[in-house]
């Protein structure tokens, strides 16, 4: 597994990020707090607290060219 912080700060960058994650068949979870949705779905995401970072867990250890396509939300 490959952990990222990562940040949504609007609507247009949630909507990237979930055409961007939906393109790998490995499962991506975000986890803000006690709260963990898949990457992959809208709502869920939405439903997270987006005002700070959240962390970003890829079931997979060769992320490869996922980590080059979701590097504009990754927070260093």
């Known amino acids: 597994m490959t ?5 949504l700060a609007a609507i247009d960058d949630v909507k990237k990020f979930v055409n961007i994650v939906m393109k790998y068949d490995f499962d991506v979870d975000l986890v803000s707090g006690r709260y963990a949705v898949d990457a992959k779905s809208i709502m869920g995401i939405f439903s997270l607290d ?3 970072p959240i962390e970003l867990k890829a079931h997979t250890d ?3 060219d996922f980590e080059k396509e979701i590097a504009d939300y990754i927070v260093k």
Request: aromatic residues 10%; charged residues 25%; without cysteine.
């Open 3 to 7: 952990s990222y912080k990562i940040s």
């Open 50 to 52: 987006l005002s700070k």
């Open 62 to 64: 060769e992320p490869g």
